[in-house]
């Protein structure tokens, strides 16, 4: 297997709206990511990925574009994105920019020229339609919408002010590819590529819709036939000519896919984040994570990868509720299970991504109330469901599990103020939680879930096993221990973690070295609830 930097990478996502704010607006911006750099070196990461700062009216914070070379007001000016840039660099870190390349705000210049007449030279920029078919779009509702001008209807997957380019014009694939080429040009070292499954659709067969609501068409606007082409062709003209690293929201994308997407010989892009852990909670069933479905998914994972291609490891993101909210336990063992999760997935073949808040246990916000929620996605999903007559507890309960705005809420650096994020009210909420659960806090006790990730962003920067080193899944008698092993021709490490509140007898083989455990003393007859240890095997 090739040996690369980013392989032996690990990667922390900044919500950039949520991190730091600069100057008490209330809001995050680039000069607070800034201040900030020394608090990701003391975490031992090496590459920065940062969400959407460009020009934005923002209605889904940023992945709504309208200037794709310049930054939105409230984030700051070009000259503060060089100059973090240069502070990145200067630290010895690596930056990466969220490429958003299936659709624009409806106030991106190309839009406006797109929808200003029919014989417009952009109009084919558009997906522009007289018929609508019935897909819904992800963000709930139809995803076409009429315009009033031409009296057309245009296509938008997501919100209704965020249309998608039509990527079948040559004219529009090449307007991307510049732009991408001058953030390339700028030295940013590669990018996390927004809704890359969606941006071939399949019109064949196009459903009428008359009469019918809106359906998901999943397979019409996902992975469609063809769009390796487009990505070919995107990698060739771009990404290929510089080192950079690239990372695919491939939402859809199979094990059976690896070696065309992401295969070292003829992939696509370096990586991607695969969508089928999400899948294993339905959106209305409580907490918690059917361990055995876990182990078959990753596992199938990491063995369709070994040796011909590399995996992200991820357990957060901007898009999901808070982890330890979720297959952890954050009210009883919520110190044990945010940092068993975490050595669950840390230890895997791949490069790891950190979310912000994650690496100290952050939970869901308790917020009751539909009025302290934000996220566009969340609002749509309330309003169409109300509409269709269900009733607003049902609702709630399942925006109150499984909204967006839980990992958006305010970064907790300290327990007072507003939390040491802004020196004004912030834009959402912080979680009231952040008086006890916050960095300061952290810092100080050596068993605390930053300390601990700490530890473990350390242990694998030690040992080369724990980045090439080939995975296997290591029984117990357990369902709910999730143990493997690393081994190259040197080494062999034993990762397991307790993924509930049970207890499960078990010792360790002999002459098994403790490198790393979640709870302070060994007990050499059990692990605990949530309790994880990483071994040294003799080999
Ligand atoms: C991706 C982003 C999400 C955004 C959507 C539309 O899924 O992660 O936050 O809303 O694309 O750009
Ligand atoms: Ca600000």
């Known amino acids: 297997m090739k040996k690369k930097w980013w392989k032996e990478a690990v990667v922390y996502q900044i919500y950039p709206r949520s991190f730091k704010d600069s100057n008490g607006d209330g809001i995050g911006d680039l000069n607070g990511v800034m201040e900030k750099l020394d608090y990701l070196v003391e975490l031992g990461i090496d590459v920065i990925w940062i969400c959407p700062m460009y020009k934005s009216p923002n209605i889904d914070n940023g992945y709504d574009i309208s200037d794709f070379q310049d930054i939105m007001e409230e984030m700051g000016t070009l000259d503060d994105f060089d100059r973090l840039l240069d502070g990145v660099h200067k630290r010895g870190m690596k930056l990466i920019l969220d ?122 606007m996902t ?74 998914v990753l596992t199938r994972w990491q063995e369709a990868a070994q040796g011909i291609s590399w995996n992200a490891l991820y357990v957060e993101n901007h898009d999901r509720s808070r982890i330890v909210s979720t297959w952890g336990d954050d009210k009883v063992y919520w110190r044990e299970s945010a940092t068993a999760v975490g050595f669950m997935y840390f230890f895997m073949q791949g490069t790891p991504f950190i979310y912000q808040g994650q690496e100290i246990g952050m939970t869901n916000a308790p917020f009751e109330d539909i009025v302290l929620y934000h996220d566009v996605k969340t609002l749509n999903f309330y309003r169409y469901k109300k509409a269709e007559g269900m009733a607003h507890e049902a ?16 970064m907790q650096w300290q327990g007072e103020g507003y939390g040491g994020f802004s020196t004004s009210k912030p834009w959402l909420d912080l979680n009231p939680n952040y008086t006890w659960l916050n960095v300061e806090a952290q810092r100080q006790n050596p068993f605390s879930v930053f300390n601990l990730y700490k530890q473990m962003i350390a242990l694998r920067k030690e040992k080369e096993v724990l980045v090439y080193g080939t995975y296997k899944l290591f029984k117990t008698w357990y369902a709910c221990v999730y143990a493997y092993t690393r081994e190259d021709e040197k080494e062999k490490v034993l990762i397991l973690s307790n993924l509930k509140d ?21 007990d050499p007859y059990s692990l605990r609830p949530y309790e994880a240890r990483v071994y040294q095997l003799k080999k």
């Open 223 to 296: 992975d469609v036939e063809g769009i390796l082409d487009f990505l070919k062709e995107l990698r060739e003209e771009t990404f290929a000519r510089y080192d950079v690293m690239t990372v695919g929201e491939a939402n859809g994308v199979t094990t059976d896919e690896i070696d065309e997407w992401i295969g070292e010989k003829h992939g696509v892009m370096d990586m991607l984040f695969q969508f089928e852990t999400w899948y294993l909670r339905k959106p209305d069933e409580p907490c918690g994570v059917n361990v055995d479905a876990l182990k078959g």
């Open 395 to 410: 609702i709630m309960k399942m925006i109150k599990m499984n909204s967006r705005d839980h990992s958006r809420t305010p």
């Open 502 to 522: 049970e207890l499960c007898a078990w010792s360790p083989p002999e002459g098994a070295v403790l490198l790393l455990c979640n709870y302070g003393a060994e």
């Open 99 to 220: 490429l958003v390349l299936n659709h624009t705000s409806d106030e991106h210049p190309w839009f406006i020229e797109s929808r200003s007449s029919l014989d417009n030279p952009k109009r084919d920029w558009y997906v522009w339609r007289e018929e609508p078919t019935n897909w819904e779009s992800i963000f709930s509702g139809p995803a076409w919408t009429f315009d009033e001008t031409t009296r057309q209807y245009y296509l938008h997957l997501y919100a209704e002010k965020q249309p998608d380019v039509n990527w079948e014009n040559p004219d529009l694939r090449r307007a991307l590819y510049d732009m991408t080429n001058w953030w390339l040009d700028k030295g940013v070292d590669g990018f996390r590529l927004d809704a890359i499954s969606h941006i071939k659709k399949d019109y064949s067969n196009m459903p009428n819709p008359k009469g019918r609501g809106y359906v998901p068409a999943w397979e019409k």
